[in-house]
Structures are given as structure tokens and as C-alpha cells.
């Protein structure tokens, strides 16, 4: 997949205790005046096309953009099943919006979602426990 912009995506094939997991790393472009909805269809269909189980990273745009409803119908985000009431990344210390996001896939299931402040970073991170459905 080729990207309009300077960021782009990437993707990660782990083994976690012998099961292999797919997962997208989004890095999409800060630009405020270049459109975002191209990046994200493209991030979208890469994980479609990989079988993603995780979908990560900063999209530099905000969760509840209409951009992510085609994410919606395909992965569950963490926050809404897993994560407490503040969800917004950016930019610290006061975080304002929700830019940098985890999306599980349905082999997943989000037990817990949190912020987690790292130094030296203008962004809050994301971290994730995630559970097999399949319970093993």
C-alpha cells in the first residue's frame, strides 16, 4: 500500500506463546490542512487485506472522526470496551483529543484499556490487555 502523505503504516507479525498475531501500526501525518480520510481508508483496508488483530498507533485523528466508522464496523475500539472515561492522547499534560487509539479485531477481546503517561512525549499512550476469545 503507498501512502499520500510522509507517514505511513506499518506491519508486525508476532508469535505470543505460539499464536501469531497481525497487527498495523497507523502513523499518520500531523498536517491540519491535509486531509486524512485517504490514510485512513488505506490503513483500513491494509489491516483488512492483512487479517489484522490489532489495528495501533497515532492517526492524528480523533476517534469519533466519521473516518473511523468503516473501523467500526470490523474492530472494536479499546476505550469503549475496556477503558475508563478519559481516552484522549493529546497533547499532554492536558490531553484534549483522542488521536492515538487501539482497535482489536474479533479473535481479540479488550479486558482493559488505560492511559499511560510516558516522559518526553507530547502524547499520553495506550495500554492494552487484550484476551484470546476463544479463551486459551
Do not use: C
Not at 54 to 72: I, K
Not at 93 to 104: N, S, Y
Request: charged fraction near 25%.
Amino acid at each position: 500500500h503507498s501512502f499520500p502523505t510522509r507517514r505511513s503504516s506499518d506491519l508486525l507479525t508476532l508469535d505470543v506463546g505460539g499464536r501469531i498475531l497481525r497487527i498495523v501500526i497507523a502513523d499518520v501525518g500531523p498536517d491540519p490542512l491535509y486531509p486524512r480520510g485517504e490514510n485512513l481508508r488505506k490503513i483500513h483496508e491494509m489491516a483488512r487485506d492483512f487479517d489484522a488483530d490489532l489495528v495501533l498507533g497515532d492517526f492524528n485523528t480523533p476517534v469519533d472522526s466519521a473516518f473511523f466508522d468503516a473501523y467500526r464496523a470490523d474492530y472494536s475500539y479499546a476505550f469503549d470496551h475496556g477503558g475508563a472515561w478519559l481516552r484522549e492522547t493529546w497533547p499532554r499534560p492536558f490531553p484534549l483529543l483522542g488521536i492515538d487509539q487501539v482497535w482489536a479485531g474479533p479473535r481479540l477481546r479488550i479486558v482493559r484499556a488505560e492511559r499511560i503517561f510516558a516522559p518526553n512525549s507530547l502524547h499520553v499512550g495506550v495500554a492494552v490487555i487484550l484476551r484470546p476469545v476463544d479463551g486459551l
